[in-house]
Antibody, heavy 119, light 107 residues
Framework: EVQLVQSGAEVKKSGESLKISCKGS????????IAWVRQMPGKGLEWMGV????????KYNPSFQGQVAISVDKSISTAYLQWSSLEASDTAMYFC????????????WGQGTLVTVSS | EIVLTQSPATLSLSPGERATLSCRAS??????LTWYQQKPGQAPRLLIY???NRATGIPARFSGSGSGTDFTLTISSLEPEDFAVYYC?????????FGQGTKLEMK
């Protein structure tokens, strides 16, 4: 069974940096990709970007290009989403997502990490 | 990017009734359409993938249909736990995109 376990909730101030994590298990970690999805309070879901678990290549939704960085440490089966300087508008729930281990379209989701940024 | 438009925005029904939710794509997504259920404070729960395939553990009252640009999620007989927000998602073209959601509320 594919499992994605995310790091805990964070409370930060504007201008601070942050790195949240998503640890995978139950699948070959170097297959396919992991994506990050944002959900602002009371709003819908937004696809931020993706990292290839085979070559660590990244691709960002233009709306998020330059605002965040996605990385991976394959030795510990963990993907990351990072900000160098948070803004209040980054306050949101963030989810990691990847394809199913047996059926590609059966996506698996992490439980979410709530990031709260105060000004 | 592909825009997904869900309708209605809100659907008010009673337990036992049939729910029909729609998702329309701005261009063809073939059958690469997924449906999710989301409750407050929770991650989206995968219901239907590739337009019509029920995910593991999803009750048979949930069904999906459609291809190309028009898709439907049907809940045959609503249970109290089905009242939530439902999203569609396409994975045909980068970036994956989501509909704005349909809130299914209890009448």
């Amino acid at each position: 069974e594919v499992q994605l376990v995310q790091s805990g909730a964070e409370v930060k101030k504007s201008g601070e940096s942050l790195k949240i994590s998503c640890k995978g298990s139950g699948f070959s970690f170097t297959s396919h990709w992991i994506a990050w999805v944002r959900q602002m309070p009371g709003k819908g879901l937004e696809w931020m970007g993706v990292i290839s678990l085979s070559d660590s290549g990244t691709k960002y939704n233009p709306s998020f290009q330059g605002q965040v960085a996605i990385s991976v440490d394959k030795s510990i089966s963990t993907a990351y989403l990072q900000w160098s300087s948070l803004e209040a508008s980054d306050t949101a729930m963030y989810f990691c997502v990847r394809p199913g281990a047996h059926v590609y379209g059966e996506y698996s989701w992490g439980q979410g990490t709530l990031v709260t940024v105060s000004s | 990017e592909i825009v997904l438009t869900q309708s209605p925005a809100t659907l008010s029904l009673s337990p036992g009734e049939r729910a029909t939710l729609s998702c329309r794509a701005s261009q063809s997504v073939s059958s690469y359409l997924t449906w999710y259920q989301q409750k407050p404070g929770q991650a989206p729960r995968l219901l239907i993938y590739d337009a019509s395939n029920r995910a593991t553990g999803i009750p048979a009252r949930f069904s999906g249909s459609g291809s190309g640009t028009d898709f439907t999620l049907t809940i045959s007989s609503l249970e109290p736990e089905d009242f939530a927000v439902y999203y569609c998602q396409q994975r045909a073209t980068w970036p994956d995109t989501f509909g704005q959601g349909t809130k299914l509320e209890m009448k």
